[in-house]
C-alpha cells in the first residue's frame, strides 16, 4: 500500500470516529456505568494517543504533545508505556472537555499526515505497520464506541436513543438446518498478505470430525421459549460459573430485554423496540449461549468447526449485516440472503458467535517483543473466541480468521448463537 | 413573612443555584467520582423535585409532572416518596441533558409562583413551612454543589480551576489564645421564631464545666507540624478507626494536599495553589482533627461548649468568611477580624468545626411524622457534629444553633478544627 | 488490697475461664464464622498474654516466654506491642492446640505467683494496678468468650447445647410501668477507691431533665408484637443506617430467633428453646432498639439518665441475675424481684442496656500514655454506650459507672432494651 | 470386577482416608482458612454422604440416614439434591464432632458393605458403577485433605509438620534435554474397559505439530534463578490477568516458599524445609508456569502434546513418585529413574503439570444426565487442564488420559512445570 492510500484509509477511519458521534450530546461523552464500558470521549482520545505514542513521539522529530497528561490518561493497559490513569475511573474525569479531546484528535491527525508524507524511507516500512494496526485498533474502538454508548444509553431509565427506529417487518424465518461438513485436516488461521493480529497466526493444520452446523442465527423468538420455559430457573443447563453469574447478576433474559405489562422490549441503539421475534438473539453471554444450546440439547461450535465450515462457503463480508449498512441490529434473515438450502447464512455481521474454544496461542504462537505484545498475547486466558462480526463491525475489519474473545460473563457487545449439532 | 417576601426569597435563592454553574462546562455536571459526591446536574434536579413532590403535587391543582420519570430519578433517600435511582449509580446518566434540567427547573419555578401567589389561604401556613423548609434545603445542596464540583475537579490530573485565583497574601497569624469560658448551666438549641430545623429543638439546659477554646482556627502552617512530626505515621494520636481509615485510604496529608517537589500546593476552587501556612486547614476528617489535637496536647470542644462559647460572643454572620464573600476559601484571620484579645474569632464561616459531640437527639426530640421526619431524624447515629458554616456556606443560611454532622472520615466538606484546652 | 489477696483473686478470676470451658469440646475451641467472635481457645490464650506481655516480660528477672511467636499470635490490637496476627483470621489456626493453650495458662499462672509474691516493694504499686487491669480484662473475656461460643453453636444447624436446660416456667409479667425521676443537676462517673476504667473517670456534673424510665426490661412478648406488626418491614421506625443494615444482613427478628411451622424458638446456651415471652429480650442491636422504642412511641434513656436512675435505687449487684445464677439467660422478672411498685427492677444483670448516648470522652478525660491507653480510649468513635452487665457478667465485674460500649448493628452480646418516656 | 473385590477396593480406600488423618490432632480437622480449603472432617463426612445419597438412600430399603442435618451439611456443590450448608462456612463449625463424623464413616461403610452384599443382580450394574465412582471420588478427596491439611498447617506461623521429615539429599540435576516428539494424527482420550472420568471421553483423533518436550520437571533451581532474575517484578512474562493476580495477592514466590535471611525455606507436610534446588518445583499457578516459560523463551505444553508424548513413553504409575511412595513432597530425579536419554521423566507423579489448554469438553462428549452431570462436566469454564498426577496422588488414581482442572490462580495443589521448546 502506497503512502496516499494508507494516508486516505487513515483519515477515513479517523473521520469515522467522530461521524459516528454525531448524535451524541455532551453529556454521553462522560460516563462510565461499569468498568467495561469506556466514556465515549476516551475512546476517541485513547485511539489518538496510540498515534502519538507509537508514531509520533518515535518516528517525528521535534513533535511536541498535545498536552503533558494525556499520555497518562489515555493509556489503557499498556504496562510498557508507563503509569496510567485507574480504569474504573475513566468516568471520574469531566476534563479533558469533549472540545478539547476533538482538538487532540486534529492535533493528531496533522502530525499524522506530515509524518506519513514525510517520515524517511528507512522507517517507512516500520511506520506502516503500526499505522496499519492503528487503523485496525480504531476501528475495534468504533465498536466499543457504539456498544459501550448503547449501554450508557441503555441503564438509563428513560431509554435515549441513539438513532431514529428504522421499520423492520416481523416476517417469519424458516426453521434452522444442519450442513454437514465433512470432518478430516483442514487448515486455519491467516494466510496472505493482508493484515491481520497477530493472534491469527501461524496458518496450521487442524482435525476436526464430521459436524453439522446451523445454516442461520438462533433468533429471538428461539431464544424466547428458552426463557419462556424456565431457561434461567433450571441450574441443569447451566454452567457452574455461569449458573453463579445468573444468580449474582440476576440475569433473567438477556442483557436489553425488558418485558413491560406481559410483552417483550429490547433496548437498541433505535431506542425501545417490540423483541423482532425473526431477529438473531443477541447480548448474550458465553454462559447463556452454552445454556441454551443444553436446553436444545445442541451444543456450540468450535472455533475450527466455525473457520472449517466458513472457508468451504462462498462468503464475503458484502454478504453480512455490518456497520456499512445502517442497521446497527441484528436484522432478520429474509432480508439479505439467497435461497440456497446448503448454505450458511450471517456467518459474518450481525452478531459476533460465541464458538466453545478458549482464547489461547495458536501452535507456533510467538508474542511480540516489546509493547505490540501487550496487545492481544497478554489477555490469553479465561475468555472464549467469538467469530465472524456483527452489526456494529466495520465491513473492511473483518477476516474469516478474526479471533475477538471475550470473558464468558460478558454481554455488553453484539453476541448470539449458531448451534452445532451435538452428538 | 408575606407571601411576596417568601418568592422573592425562593426566587433568589433558587437563581442562586444557577449562578453558581455558570463556569461550569457540560462535562462538568456529570460525573460522580465517589458515593458520597452527586453530579451538579442531579443537585440542579433534585432540588427543584423537593419543591415538586412536597408543594406542587399536593398543593396545586391539575399540576402536571415535568416528566414522568423524575420522581425516580430524583428522589434523594426518602422513602416515603416510593423507589428511587440507586444513589452510587447517579453518575452513570448521561440524561435528562443539562439542559433538560435546566428546563425542569424552570417549569417548577413557573407553577410554585403561581402556587405562591393563588395557594388559598387554609393551606398558606402548611406550604409556607415547606417553602421555607425547601429554601434552606437548596441552600444546603448550594454548599454540596460547591464541594462536590471541587471533588470533581480535584480527582483530575489536570486540576481545573472553577473560578480564576484571586490573591491572598500569606502574613504571619499570632499564636493562638486560649479563651476561659466559665463553667455553669446553660440554654442551648434554637429560640426565636426565625427558621430552624428541627434537630435544633428543644433548646434545653446543659451543664458544662469551665474550659478554654482557641480564639481561632489551626492554620495550615500549624497542622503542617503535625504532618512533619510524623503525625500520619505515629497511631498513638489516632482513634482506632481513624487509624483503620488512615491505612485503607493511604492518608498522608488533609484532602486536596499535594506535595510537589518537596512543595506542599493544596487544590482550590480557584485551582492549584501553593499552601497559605496562615490560612485555616480545611478538608480533614474527625480522625484528623481528633488526632491533631492529641498531637498538640488538646483536645476538641464539644457541641454544648462551642455553642455555649458561640453566645458569649458578639457574633454575626456578617463577620464571618461565607460563601457571600466570594473567596470560596478559608481565609488568614487578619484580613477580616479586629484585635480584641478576649474575642473568639472565625466562628463563624470560613470552615465546619469538628466537635466532640455525637450527632444525637436533644432530649425531648421528637422525629416529624411523615416524609419531613426522614429529614434529619433518621441519619443520628454514626455522625459528629460540626458547628459554624464555611466559606461555601450562605451568609443567611447559617445560625449559632446549625447543627451540621457527617461521619467522622469525611473529608470532602470545608471542614476544620478549634480546639479547647485539654485538662 | 494485700498480696495474698489479690493473688487469690488472680487465681480464682483465671480457674474461672477454664471452668467455662469444660462443656466444651475440642473443636468447639477453635472456629470464628464472623470476625467479631474469637475461637474459644485465642480468647484463653489472649488473657494469659496480657498478663506475659505487661508483667512477666517487665517486671519478673529472666523471664522466659512461653513460646516466641505467642507474643505475634496473641496481641489482640495493641499497636504498642507490635505486629500481630490479623484478626479475621484467628479461626484459621489449628495449633497451639487446646492442651499447648492450657500450658500456657500453666506457665503464666506459675510465674504470676511467683511475681506477686516477691516482686520488689518498689514495683508492687504498679504492679497492683496492672494485675487488677488483667483480672477485670479476662472477666471482660470471660463474657466474651460465653457469647462467641454461643455464636459459634449458634450458627450451626445442628444447633448444640453448651449446658443442659433449666426449666424456667413462662408466666405473666404485670405491664412496665414508668418510675418518673425528677431532673437537675446530678453528679455520674465512678467515685470511691475501687477499680474502675478509666472511661468512667472523671466523676463530673450532669444535667437532666425530669423523665421517666420502665420499671422492668422488654420482654420477648413486647418485642414480638413490633416484630409481627411488620415492625421490621416498615423503614418509619428505623435509622437510615439501621434500614441499611437490616436490609443488608436480612433481619427479620433479634438474632438466634428461629421460626418453625409458624412457633418462635430462640437459641440459647441451653439449647434450642420455645420463645419465653415473658423473658427479657436480648441479641438485638442499638437499631432494632431504637426502632422498637420508635414503634413504641418511647425512646431509649441517655446514659446519663441511667445512672442518675440507678443511683437512686437501692441496688446492689446480688439483685440482678448474673453468670453467678448460672441461668446463662435473662430471665423473667417474677422470678428474682420483690412487688414494691416504685423500684426499677432489672437495672443490673440480665441483659446490657443500650443507651441512646454515644461512647465519648467524659469532660476532662484524659487518655493514659502508652499501651493502656489504647485499652479504651481509642474505640471512641461510632459506638454507643451499653449499661447494667448481662446474664454473662461476673456479679462482682459490674458496676454503676461501668460504660460498655458497641456499635450499633452488633447483636451477639446479651443486649436489650429498656424504655423511657418519649416526651 | 466381581462384588467382592468391588468391596475389597471400597473398604481398603475407605480405610486409606482414615488412615491419612491419624497424624492429625482434633483441632486440625476443623478450620477453612480460605474458600477452596475444606475442614478434613468435611472431606471425611462428604465422602460418605456420597455413598449415602447416591445408593443407600436409593438402592438399599428401609436404609435410615445417620443423621437429618447431614445431607444438608455435607452436600458440595450438587444442586440436584437441594439446597446446601454454603462453600466458605465449612469452617465455621465445630460440630457435628470428629467423632461423631468417625461414626458417620462407620455407619456408612457397613450398610455399604451390606448393600454390596445383598443388592439385586438387577441393581448390581448400576451400583458398581456408582461405587466405583465413589472410589474414585474418595481418592480425589484424599488428595485434597492432604493439601488442605498442607495450606492448614502453612498459613501457620509455627509452621507444624504433619510428619516428620525425612532426609533427600540434594544431588546435581542434569540440564533439562528436549526429546523431539514427531507431529502427526493421533488419538486421545480413554480406551480400554477400565474406569475412567467422563470428560475422558471420547477418544478422538488429534493433530498435533512436531515439537519438544522437556525430559523432567522444572526445578526448584531453576525456578529460583526465576525469581532472582526480578521474574515476578517483570510484567513481560505476565498474562495480563496474571499481573493482575501477583499483584492483589503479592506474589512474590510460589506458595509456600518462605525467605528467612536471605535463606529460602519450603513449607512441606514434612515441616519447613530447606530449599531443595534439585527437586521439581511445586505449588505454583498456571500464571506462575506461563510466566516463567516466557522468561525461559519457552512455552507450556498443550494437553494433546503431554497425552501423545506420554503415549510414546513407555510408563507405568509405578515409574512415578505417588502418595504410595511416601515422600509426600516431589523429590529429585536421581532418585527414581534410569539413565536412558531418550526418556521422558516423571511424567507421572511428583507434580500436576500446567498445559496450555482449557478444560473444556471432547468432540463429541455429552454431560451425563442427574446427579452425575454435576461431577464434571459442569465445570468446562475458566479452568485449564493440569496431568500426570502429584505425590499426593494414590498410583492407582492415576491414568494417561486423566484430566485434572483448576483455576489459573489456583496454587494449594501439587502443581508444577514442564517447558516445550517454544517455536
Redesign the interface.
Known amino acids: 500500500m502506497s503512502r496516499t492510500e494508507l494516508l486516505r484509509d487513515f483519515l477515513r477511519v479517523r473521520q469515522l470516529s467522530e461521524k459516528m458521534c454525531e448524535p451524541l450530546?455532551?453529556?454521553?461523552?462522560?460516563?462510565?456505568?461499569i468498568e467495561d464500558v469506556s466514556p465515549p470521549?476516551w475512546n476517541l482520545a485513547h485511539t489518538s494517543w496510540y498515534f502519538e505514542t507509537v508514531l509520533l513521539k518515535t518516528h517525528l522529530a521535534d513533535y511536541e504533545c498535545f498536552?503533558p497528561?494525556y499520555a497518562?490518561?489515555y493509556n489503557s493497559?499498556y504496562?510498557?508505556f508507563g503509569e496510567r490513569?485507574k480504569r474504573p475511573?475513566r468516568?471520574?474525569?469531566?476534563?479533558?472537555?469533549?472540545k478539547e479531546v476533538y482538538q487532540y484528535r486534529q492535533h493528531v491527525n496533522t502530525h499524522m499526515e506530515h509524518l506519513i508524507e514525510t517520515v524517511d524511507d528507512s522507517q517507512w516500512s516500520t511506520c506502516k505497520q503500526l499505522i496499519e494496526l492503528g487503523i485496525h485498533h480504531e476501528q475495534q474502538h468504533q465498536e466499543l464506541l457504539l456498544t459501550d454508548l448503547k449501554y450508557?444509553?441503555g441503564?438509563?431509565?428513560?431509554y435515549?436513543a441513539y438513532l431514529r427506529p428504522v421499520e423492520i417487518s416481523e416476517t417469519t424465518v424458516p426453521p434452522a438446518e444442519y450442513v454437514p461438513i465433512s470432518g478430516g485436516?483442514y487448515e486455519m488461521g491467516h494466510h496472505g498478505d493482508a493484515f491481520a493480529y497477530d493472534n491469527e497466526f501461524p496458518r496450521?493444520?487442524?482435525?476436526?470430525?464430521d459436524?453439522k452446523l446451523q445454516n442461520r442465527l438462533v433468533t429471538n423468538g428461539e431464544y424466547l421459549e428458552f426463557v419462556e420455559d424456565g431457561g434461567y430457573r433450571n441450574?441443569?443447563f447451566?454452567?457452574?460459573?455461569?449458573?453463579t453469574a445468573l444468580n449474582n447478576e440476576h440475569w433473567e433474559a438477556p442483557l436489553y430485554w425488558v418485558q413491560q405489562d406481559s410483552e417483550w422490549y429490547e433496548f437498541t441503539l433505535r431506542g425501545l423496540q417490540k423483541l423482532n421475534r425473526s431477529a438473531p438473539v443477541c447480548h448474550v453471554s458465553?454462559?447463556e449461549a452454552?445454556a441454551f444450546a443444553?436446553w436444545a440439547d445442541q451444543?456450540l461450535p468450535?472455533e475450527a468447526e466455525w473457520e472449517v465450515a466458513a472457508q468451504q462457503t462462498q462468503l464475503s463480508p458484502k454478504s453480512g449485516n455490518f456497520y456499512d449498512d445502517g442497521y446497527l441490529h441484528p436484522v432478520p434473515l429474509h432480508t439479505k440472503t439467497p435461497d440456497d438450502s446448503s448454505s450458511l447464512f450471517q456467518m459474518l455481521g450481525d452478531v459476533w458467535e460465541w464458538t466453545?474454544?478458549?482464547y489461547?496461542?495458536y501452535?507456533?504462537y510467538?508474542?511480540e517483543p516489546g509493547p505490540l505484545?501487550?496487545y492481544n498475547g497478554?489477555?490469553?486466558?479465561?475468555q472464549?473466541v467469538l467469530r465472524g462480526g456483527s452489526c456494529a463491525t466495520s465491513a473492511d475489519h473483518i477476516r474469516l480468521s478474526y479471533r475477538n474473545f471475550f470473558q464468558?460473563e460478558k454481554r455488553w457487545q453484539f453476541m448470539g448463537i449458531r448451534l452445532a449439532e451435538?452428538?
Open positions: 450530546t455532551i453529556e454521553d461523552y462522560v460516563p462510565q456505568p470521549k498536552h497528561e497518562f490518561l493497559y504496562e510498557s490513569w475511573q468516568g471520574h474525569l469531566s476534563r479533558p472537555t469533549v450508557i444509553l441503564v438509563n431509565p428513560v435515549p485436516l496450521h493444520p487442524v482435525h476436526v470430525a459436524f441450574f441443569e447451566w454452567l457452574s460459573d455461569g449458573w458465553y454462559f452454552d443444553h451444543r468450535t466453545n474454544s478458549a489461547l496461542a501452535p507456533g510467538c508474542k505484545g501487550e497478554k489477555f490469553m486466558s479465561n472464549m464468558p451435538r452428538c
